[in-house]
């Protein structure tokens, strides 16, 4: 245990009401470089041979490749576990070249991982230098707090957690300054809600009202989610009605949320549900919600594991789902997701499937089919040039591998013979002339 961070063992969080297996937080991959990849297989391959490879890697790198492998090795997702004990030898070096800035964020990220394996000592050092280096910066201080907390989290270290708790619930009682106590609370609530403990985030939000403090619209999100998460969605719909009742309005995003708990519980049926609510109350879908619904969609992700028969039009897919399935994805199909996801001029006719699932991309491209039969040869709509379809994965890219929403559309380019190819400019696109897939369609 740190320190600096002490918790008493009689504070509330530390007695856990028994909650359902809790689903895995929502983590964004930090994908790997070129560059960065080659350094880890050397590493990998010669382990004794670390300090000098890590020297090499760092005097031969930009920035952005040495800070993007220390990130890879600090994540939670990261795909190098058994590597993941070169995090602090790779930041020390970091530290001494010539374009480094200390930031609190990343030597959070860095004490978090050491305190996950175990190493408190090296941990409780950057502790202290880190606050030595803040000094009386009440501000810097809790930010810190903050993102340390948050790191915590993200590596399901509940202990961590509640050491910079009662770290922060310190400064809450000692602290003068609002913007320090809403920081304060902000980060306690997430944080509690990450590591499955929505109820006593709940019980933060009223003791933030006894303080005169005004729970913002996050703190709300976040133990919605947090409730939704472990299950108990009774708590997460009182809250949600509680929020409505308080003037906030629920959005998109809290929508997604909601979408989100109840597919990793695989109920469907409410998910329809609350599709129709997000509807009669003009709530916008978004690409996320597309992700949230059809990642809960058994069915339909069973359908893209063979690429060599896979429905290739929206009437073949409806044959082949029944039930909440088929009424979820009739659901989706009249949304604006797919308008909103193409552009459309006289020189191009673009979709833009970034940020795609891979049920989603393969529900957008059956949907897309049908629009541009339909804007081809509708008058109201002018011819482009040429019409692109983007997978990412391009010229752009910094990541090795072929994405697996690019090795759908090459699939389904294919095997509807269509006259697509693979940009040679740009090999994350699928290219061609208007006109030429005018013809095809037609």
């Known amino acids: 245990m740190l320190g600096h961070l002490q918790v008493s063992r009689t504070q509330s969080w530390n007695h856990r009401p028994q909650f359902p297996p809790l689903p895995p937080p929502l983590l964004a991959q930090c994908s790997l470089s070129k560059q960065g990849q080659q350094f880890l297989s050397s590493v990998a391959r010669d382990p004794t041979a670390s300090n000098r490879l890590i020297c090499k890697f760092i005097a031969s790198s930009p920035k952005s490749i040495a800070l993007n492998a220390l990130s890879h090795l600090l994540s939670p997702t990261t795909t190098h576990p058994h590597l993941s004990s070169l995090a602090l030898p790779l930041y020390s070096r970091i530290t001494e070249v010539s374009w480094f800035s200390w930031n609190p964020k990343l030597i959070a990220e860095v ?37 340390l907390t948050d790191s915590h989290s993200k590596h399901s270290s509940n202990q961590g957690v509640f050491d910079v708790i009662s770290r922060l619930s310190q400064i809450v009682s000692e602290s003068s300054s609002v913007y320090a106590k809403e920081r304060a609370y902000e980060s306690m609530i ?121 429905p290739l039009t929206i009437d073949e897919l409806m044959e082949n789902l029944k039930g909440d399935e088929a009424l979820l994805v009739k659901e989706l199909i009249g949304s604006t997701v797919l308008a909103e996801a193409m552009e ?89 002339k208007a006109k030429v897939v005018k013809n095809w369609l037609c």
């Open 111 to 147: 004490i978090a991982l050491l305190y996950k394996q175990g190493q408190l000592k090296e941990a409780e050092t950057l502790v202290s230098e880190t606050l030595i280096k803040l000094g009386s910066r009440e501000r810097d201080i809790v930010s810190f707090y903050c993102n």
């Open 190 to 310: 997430s944080s509690l809600c990450t590591v499955g403990r929505p109820l006593e985030a709940e019980n933060l939000i009223e003791e933030m009202k006894v303080k005169g403090l005004k729970p913002s619209v996050f703190e709300f999100k976040s133990v919605v989610y947090g409730c939704g998460r472990v299950g108990l969605f009774e708590d997460m719909l009182r809250i949600l009605l509680q929020m409505e009742n308080e003037g906030f309005e629920l959005d998109t995003v809290l929508s997604n949320m909601v979408l989100s708990s109840y597919g990793a519980y695989n109920k469907q049926s409410e998910m329809v549900s609350w599709l129709q609510r997000m509807k009669d109350s003009s709530i916008p879908f978004s690409i996320r919600t597309y992700n949230s619904v059809l990642n809960s969609c058994p069915k339909i992700m069973s359908i893209l594991e063979d690429l060599k028969t896979f």
């Open 344 to 432: 459309w001029d006289s020189s191009e006719g673009k979709l833009d499937l970034h940020g795609m699932h891979l049920g989603s991309a393969f529900l957008i491209m059956l949907q897309w089919r049908e629009e541009m039969k339909y804007r081809l040869n509708a008058g109201e709509y002018v011819m482009p040039v040429e019409i692109t379809v983007v997978c990412g994965s391009g010229k752009h890219s910094v990541v090795r591998g072929e994405s697996p929403v690019k090795r759908m559309v090459r699939e389904m380019m294919t095997r509807m013979r269509s006259p697509m190819r693979i940009d040679r400019k740009n090999i994350g696109c699928f290219v061609a």
